[in-house]
């Protein structure tokens, strides 16, 4: 079993920035695959970015290509997600996710087998 717990959300102003982390439980967490989802009101849940077990190997989603960087640190058992150049549209619970199944992973979420519990990130404009 994995726990995730998330931190870092808040509310920020357009243009502004925000961090993410997501700290794991678990022995083996650098040989899991971790992501960031998020879901607005409304909406699905959605995959902003991915992260291989060695970090090696990052996916974007386009519209936060540039602005977002996922990273990992496996000696800490963390996850980040620091946000730049923040928008209204990117207002959204965000997700924590990991798999010990697979090495890397797209922007599905069929690969996900765990989930945290999420933090609120809100953009105003």
């Known amino acids: 079993q994995v726990h995730l717990v998330e931190s870092g959300g808040g509310l920020v102003q357009a243009g502004g920035s925000l961090s993410l982390s997501c700290a794991a439980s678990?022995?083996?967490?650098?040989?899991?695959?971790m992501g960031w989802f998020r879901q607005a009101p409304g909406k699905e849940r959605q995959a902003v970015a991915t992260?291989?077990?060695?970090?090696?190997?990052?996916v974007y989603e386009n519209s936060v290509k540039g602005r977002f960087t996922i990273s990992r640190d496996n000696a800490r058992n963390t996850v980040h997600l620091p946000m730049n150049s923040l928008k209204p549209e990117d207002t959204a619970v965000y997700y924590c996710?990991?798999?010990?199944?697979?090495?890397?992973?797209?922007?599905?979420?069929?690969?996900?087998?765990?989930w945290g519990q999420g933090t609120q990130v809100t953009v105003s404009s």
């Open positions: 996710a990991a798999s010990a199944r697979y090495g890397s992973a797209g922007l599905s979420n069929s690969w996900v087998d765990y």
């Open positions: 992260i291989s077990w060695s970090g090696g190997i990052t």
């Open positions: 678990g022995r083996t967490f650098s040989s899991y695959v």
